[in-house]
């Protein structure tokens, strides 16, 4: 009886190393069991997380997490529950070890995978829609994260920019800037030419450079039309401050210039704003000074020929010198002529000394009345020679107001064909037009 009772207590004893055994190699894989469950999205994996915070919430079917309590420590607990049980029963059930220790080595193990029921793989009670509880607790993307292949290629990119290029075309779909300023009207084309520009409205920002740019110039007077053409001339007006540029106008308003005259010298001279103070006020002492010219002749004169303010003096020196000293102008004749035709100043030195060598010695008129009638310098000298020479043919090239079928200069070069047919040759357009081809 005694040895039963060891041989019976040895299979108890055996029973539980056997269980422990079994127990610990349980154990070992619960981590990896745990691993194979994979989550159908980021936020099923959040709340699982948030499952393991909370006491007594339930993970799984048939496990609880007590509070502080690894799920290892659980399933230990319990496997040494089991193996208390089961040897309390065999030791008052000895007549049947053999058959206990094999039913309590079974009791002992945990189940396996395959083994659970299909409902463990799926967790209750979370919501498979996105939910706002857990959007403060989702990370920041950060732009290093590694991405899928699958995620690779459905990023799309922009065309590349070009590293150079020699024209602007191939920034435009690049730049924001450039694709307004065309809306605007300004022919990239002729700015291209000018590497410098190019550069600078590449490195330009709309909102920031150049919007407060043209809210100036449309307050200036520049029309929305008129934009296009001014910004294409002078597109350097982007470097300018654009303090800068209200001292300017401010300057050339104390000088009695109108809101209007100043838009109206602008537009004809888009480059006028782009010099300083003091340039444009010894511009205007220069030709008041040269011309002996009053105040209000002087700011009259540049109004109607701004360019007087941006262009170079030199063309202008050289002029006045030609009508005193080679044409033989008096400083009141030259003063006249220059208030009537301001272009007279900058025209080419050349044609000048053409004209008035054609119309004084030629058409034998003298120097009061092409003083009277100046408009003869600004007109082309071959329209100058074809009329004069159908009315000689005619016989009425007469230009001394004194005499008989008086020809005045003024309407000898203005005035249309027909007009100039009818009203002085007293012929036809055709007549004129057969002349012509005899020249």
Known sequence: MRDDWRTTHSGVHFCGQATLRKMALSAQ??????????????????????????PGKALLCGIFAHPRVSSEDCFLQWGFRTYRTSSTWNSSQSTNSSRREINCAQSTLLPSVNELPQKTQKMPGLDPELSLEGLDDVPPLSPLQPISDEEAVQIIA????????????????????????????????KIEKHPDAANLLLRLDFEKDIKQMLLFLKDLGIEDTQLGPFLTKNYAIFSEDLENLKT???????????????AQMVRNAPFLLSFSVERLDNRLGFFQKELELSVKKTRDLVIRLPRLLTGSLEPVKENLKVFQLELGFQQNEIQHMITKIPKMLTANKRK??????????????????????????????????????????????????????????DKLVSVPDGIFCEGMAKASVQDFEKFLKTL
């Open 158 to 189: 922009g065309p590349p920019l070009p590293p150079s290029s020699v024209t602007l075309r191939d920034y435009v779909d690049h730049s924001e800037t450039l694709r307004k300023l065309v809306l605007l009207g300004v022919d990239l084309s």
């Open 29 to 54: 894989q619960i981590p990896r069991w745990l691993n194979s469950i994979k989550l159908s999205s980021f936020m099923t994996a959040l709340q699982l997380r948030k499952g393991f915070q909370r």
């Open 248 to 262: 300017r106008v401010a300057y050339l308003q104390s000088k009695n210039f109108s809101k209007a005259d100043i």
């Open 352 to 409: 000048l000394t053409e004209t008035f060598d054609y119309v004084h010695n030629v058409m034998l008129v003298p120097h009061h009345l092409m003083v009277r009638f100046p408009q003869v310098f600004n007109t082309r000298l071959f329209k100058v020679k074809e009329r004069h020479l159908f009315l000689a043919y005619l016989g009425r090239a007469q230009y001394d107001p004194t005499k008989p079928n008086y020809i005045s200069l």
